[in-house]
């Protein structure tokens, strides 16, 4: 069974700092592209960063440039999201995401399996 654990969330003021870890078990995603996607209440999900299958390749939504970082761990099979300068807006659940692509991908349609989320709460 494969599943993606993703830890790391909380509530952090704005300024602050979270990383997100994607746990993957059950298959590895060596080959696969990962990404996080995230959900604010009454919002649709949206694409947040994710990274080609040997992390060399990155693309981040316009919102988070600049101040998060998506990275791997092929040995570990795991997926991290660091997260900078946290801004209220950035409040949401965010879900890690693994691809049916080697490269990078923005939507759902390339997201073969979902994480369960994980809850980011900054306060202002």
């Known amino acids: 069974q494969v599943r993606l654990v993703e830890s790391g969330g909380g509530l952090v003021q704005a300024g602050g700092s979270l990383r997100l870890s994607c746990a993957a078990s059950?298959?590895?995603?060596?080959?696969?592209?990962m990404g996080w996607f995230r959900q604010a209440p009454g919002k649709e999900r949206e694409f947040v960063a994710a990274n080609s299958w040997s992390g060399g390749i990155t693309y981040y939504a316009d919102s988070v440039k600049g101040r998060f970082t998506i990275s791997r761990d092929n040995a570990k099979n795991t997926v991290y999201l660091q997260m900078n300068s946290l801004k209220p807006e950035d409040t949401a659940v965010y879900y890690c995401?693994?691809?049916?692509?080697?490269?990078?991908?923005?939507?759902?349609?390339?997201?073969?399996?979902w994480g369960q989320g994980t809850q980011v709460t900054v306060s202002s």
């Open positions: 995401a693994a691809g049916n692509t080697a490269g990078v991908f923005s939507t759902s349609r390339r997201v073969d399996y």
């Open positions: 059950g298959r590895t995603f060596s080959s696969s592209g």
